[in-house]
């Protein structure tokens, strides 16, 4: 067998195996939601849906270019043969990022607490420690991922979404009630995930070789550029909820485009996996067998999201509404056209990550950075205008479009 034979088995064994802990936990996020509108009033689970869209754009920007940078960099000392690895820079950039989030939470406390979160301090509360507590459980992720210890990643985040899962199922059997215990496993999940780096850090490689120094200057640049994609993706799976909530005159409508964009987050939750998995393994392609085997690897994994992103838009087409109003218990007309944009757009959005995570490895990520930021200007400004006036509809058809314009600007060489 090849060297690059090899790497491609490791390769799908790894993503296998993530895919199963990453499936579970895009099942229990859903199931999370899904507890949770039954279990709260309407408005209380719009503040809900809040809170999660606004602390998964915070920690997707702050920390998972972290994740991203470790990866890529514990991944191309591992394919030259180096296996003591510094891990510093990431490190202190980590601390850094969590540090400046906690000093503008402290400052910005009255306008967070009065204004998004109505009031209520136990919201605020579970805002800033649970962002606080993903600072450990990004960089844990992104030492995992570089090292290919893709069941302990797995275990981690599922171990995360069933914990969170736990608070509305303990208000739905009655232990606990109110808002506020639902909230608190946003906060307590990923905190509880962390159980599982005892078991990384035991198994650690042996010192073999010479540690690659990495630039501190280019490990920023790569950070803060991969920090615009993750701000930009965020953005396409949130700017609606958050739009929606300023333009709206029903106030629970941002809670219906919430529901309806969890679509698009379960699949690409899922596909988080073969992200995790194909960035370390791109860039060992890229330092040790060439462009040929590079491409394959793209391609492969592109062919797969099409037809699943096909499959979920004709799935959507024929029962999308009906399981929508079983699901989320709401008496709304879902679309089922624009639910099947929806699922198209999730395709898109899927091919865009892989084509991402090829221009990281190149070491291509500012122009990535570009591409994302401006695809998610444009739909933020799409979903202010009354283009289409309804807006869940103007939602789904901005997010095919953001989505299918993305990938088209990525694939480029």
């Not at 992200?275 to 791109?282: D, F, I």
């Amino acid at each position: 067998m090849s060297g690059s034979d090899g790497a491609n088995e490791s390769y799908g064994r790894g993503a296998r195996v993530l895919s199963v802990g990453i499936a579970a936990t895009g099942l229990f996020t859903f199931l999370y939601f899904a507890v949770a509108s039954h279990v709260v009033d309407e408005v209380e689970a719009k503040r809900l849906d809040v809170l999660w869209s606004v602390m998964f754009v915070v920690i997707s920007v702050i920390y998972r270019p972290i994740e991203q940078l470790l990866s890529r960099m514990l991944a191309r000392n591992r394919a030259l043969g180096v296996h003591h690895h510094a891990v510093r820079t990431p490190l202190l950039i980590q601390g850094a990022f969590a540090a400046v989030f906690l000093a503008c939470a402290l400052a910005l406390r009255d306008p967070l607490e009065d204004e998004l979160f109505d009031g209520s301090d136990t919201l605020y509360w579970v805002f800033t420690a649970g962002t606080l507590f993903y600072a450990a459980s990004y960089f844990a992720r992104g030492w995992l991922a570089g090292h290919q210890r893709f069941g302990l990643y797995g275990g981690l985040v599922l171990m995360e979404s069933i914990s969170r899962f736990l608070f509305p199922l303990a208000v739905a059997v009655g232990i606990a009630s109110g808002q506020e215990a639902v909230a608190l496993g946003i906060a307590a999940a990923p905190a509880l995930s962390l159980l599982v780096v005892p078991i990384a850090f035991s198994r650690r490689d042996p010192p073999v070789g010479t540690a690659e120094r990495a630039s501190a200057d280019g490990s920023t640049r790569f950070a803060v550029a991969v920090a615009f994609v993750m701000l930009a993706e965020q953005t396409l799976l949130n700017a609606a909820v958050l739009t929606t909530e300023i333009t709206a005159r029903d106030a629970v409508l941002a809670g219906i485009v919430f529901n309806v964009f969890l679509i698009t987050r379960a699949p690409l939750q899922l596909f988080q996996a073969v992200q995790t998995s194909l960035l370390p393994h791109l860039s060992g392609l890229e330092a040790t067998a060439g462009h040929e085997a590079f491409a394959r690897a793209v391609r492969v994994t592109v062919l797969a999201i099409g037809a699943f992103g096909l499959a979920v838009a004709l799935g959507l087409l024929a029962i999308g509404p009906w399981v929508m109003s079983l699901v989320f218990g709401q008496e709304y007309d879902y679309g089922r056209v624009g639910l099947a944009l929806l699922g198209l757009g999730m395709g898109f959005h899927l091919m865009a990550g892989t084509f991402n995570q090829a221009k990281l490895a190149r070491g291509q990520a500012t122009r990535a950075a570009a591409a994302w930021t401006a695809v998610a200007a444009l739909f933020v400004v799409w979903t202010l205008l009354p283009v289409v006036d309804d807006p869940l509809l103007r939602a789904e058809v901005g997010y095919v479009v953001a989505t299918g314009a993305l990938a088209a600007l990525l694939v480029r060489e």
